[in-house]
């Protein structure tokens, strides 16, 4: 089995508790010890893209959504191409699920050094082909989840990376031949407990050429979903475009998948602090910081395409930024005053502990009380860390009365 990567993350970390008195007016420490032992190299993300026949309807704003989807993933993977190794999959292929892959994941590498042309190039290539798209067919999600997850690249367990599906769609999951809530053996005299069952999510699910297609494909998708995090730690990012997957069984089943993907949206900004205005509107954030809506969603290409940035933003990681749990305290001044009080924390990398400076790292409780940020060479060091050559900083906080 592939080892875990900690979700949206990019690097490996063991993290323990060891309680050090700093000051005799110390009631409480954190200590945060974090040795890193995995380069933080780009994930290998798949598009599995959505090119059923609903891809043909018109968008509020103006054009098709296969127009406004050409628009925005153009853009997007020309400003970040060279962020992530992207490759691509359609679905559906012949009627039926995904059967080959449009573009290949990047060879592996041990290292990113001087690749992003390569990525660049990359990225043009994926672009060419979702260009190059015709909308028609159902919507058979499981079954292309299932064989996006043999894609070898996502597969390798050697690379020190961290593995995504980033699936786009703008339906409901259905076309599947195997569905038990299929209706095709009463077609128009099913009666209508059956219907129910089938959730229909054509027009009509009565007629025996749509009955296997348009019945709603929800615990396949999410069993598939679930297996591919389970079983090979592959995460599934999902992504709804259209105005309407906000409601009813599209919001229901987009939510599952997100959650079963491991990558739902959270109400976290990019230090870590909890802000639920991060899941917009009226939606709300729970106990695990997960947003009442877990999919991205999208209603144009516009909407698509900051959706996609926003996802590669979490996804790329940052390993030298962390989060206190609660801010350190501070020493007191002679004067008694407030001014220029030094924190009580302190930063220890491979036993030595460091001040604070270019090279090192930065903490500014007026801009953020809870953040320290590595720079410089320090950065450099974590960045360029490997499982031979691990780092291990320790990060030691002290609040005080």
């Given at each position: ?379 450099s060091k974590i960045k360029n860390s490997t499982s031979q050559n691990p ?11």
């Amino acid at each position: 089995m592939k080892r875990a990567l900690p979700l949206l993350g990019l690097f490996l970390s063991c993290q323990t508790y060891d309680f050090e008195r700093v000051s005799p007016l110390a009631v409480s420490q954190e200590s945060q010890t974090h040795t890193i032992v995995a380069k933080a190299l780009k994930p290998n993300v798949m598009l599995l893209v959505d090119n059923s026949g609903s891809m043909t309807e018109n968008v509020a704003s103006g054009g098709t959504r296969i127009s406004n989807l050409k628009s925005a993933m153009a853009d997007f993977l020309g400003e970040a191409g060279a962020l992530a190794r992207f490759g691509l999959t359609v679905f559906p292929e012949n009627s039926g699920p995904s059967q080959t892959v449009r573009v290949s994941l990047p060879n592996p590498t041990a290292s990113d050094d001087g690749n992003d042309a390569s990525l660049n190039a990359q990225a043009d290539a994926v672009n060419t082909a979702i260009q190059a798209l015709t909308p028609a067919g159902g919507t058979p999600t499981a079954a292309s989840v299932a064989f996006v997850g043999e894609e070898p690249g996502l597969n390798n367990t050697t690379d020190n990376r961290a593995d995504f599906v980033l699936l786009l769609t703008d339906g409901l999951p259905n076309l599947n031949t195997a569905n038990p809530n299929a209706i095709c053996d009463c077609g128009t005299t099913c009666d209508q407990a059956r219907k129910d069952t089938c959730a229909c999510t054509q027009g009509s699910c009565d007629s025996p050429g749509l009955c296997s297609i348009g019945c709603l494909d929800r615990d396949a998708t999410v069993d598939t979903i679930t297996s591919l995090y389970g079983n090979k730690s592959i995460g599934t990012i999902v992504i709804g475009f259209g105005d309407d997957l906000t409601s009813g069984d599209a919001a229901d089943v987009l939510n599952s998948m997100a959650r079963a993907g491991q990558q739902p949206r959270k109400c976290l900004d990019n230090m870590g602090n909890v802000n639920a205005g991060l899941c917009g509107g009226a939606q709300t954030c729970d106990s695990n910081n997960i947003c009442s809506q877990a999919f991205y969603q999208a209603a144009n290409g516009e909407e698509l395409k900051q959706a996609l940035l926003n996802i590669i933003e979490k996804i790329k990681g940052d390993v030298c930024s962390y989060t206190l749990a609660s801010p350190p305290g501070f020493k007191a001044n002679p004067d008694g005053s407030d001014d220029l009080r030094e924190p009580l924390l302190a930063v220890v990398v491979d036993g030595a502990t460091l001040t604070p400076g270019a090279d090192t790292y930065s903490y500014d409780a007026t801009v953020n009380n809870k953040l320290i940020v590595m720079n410089g060479a320090t950065c450099s060091k974590i960045k360029n860390s490997t499982s031979q050559n691990p780092v291990k900083l320790e990060i030691r906080a002290v609040e005080k009365l």
